[in-house]
């Protein structure tokens, strides 16, 4: 607990976690699956990455320092926009996608903007 939560009586709030699931598997009740097939699923390929890899100098770095994972993961974000989604409506869950765990996923962003 930090300095502040003790100062002031407030226990922190957790964080909401990403899952990995495989496909087909169930997920948990508590969690809003984001993966292949739901509204939330990232629809950037590899192939969109490398069309802009060269041109759009975040998504260089991006691709650069985390591989084309990482810059789908930044044209996600532009994805939201575009799609007119609203990730608030996730806020405080818990989701899942089929990324592993150790790799960049969109639901990394969706819980960092649902929870902003």
Known sequence: MSLDAILTGKRPISRPQRFQ???G???????????????????VKKRDVDALVSSEPDIEEAFNRG??????????????????LD???????????????????HADVLIELANA
């Open 87 to 105: 990730p608030t409506e996730l806020q405080g869950k818990d989701l899942s996608c089929t990324c592993k765990l150790t790799d960049p996923c």
């Open 67 to 84: 591989g084309w994972k990482a810059a789908a993961v930044i044209l996600y974000r532009d994805h939201l926009l575009e799609a007119g």
């Open 21 to 23: 699931r495989t496909l």
């Open 25 to 43: 598997s169930k997920t948990a009740p508590n969690v809003v699956d984001v993966g292949p097939g739901t509204k939330w699923a990232n629809p």
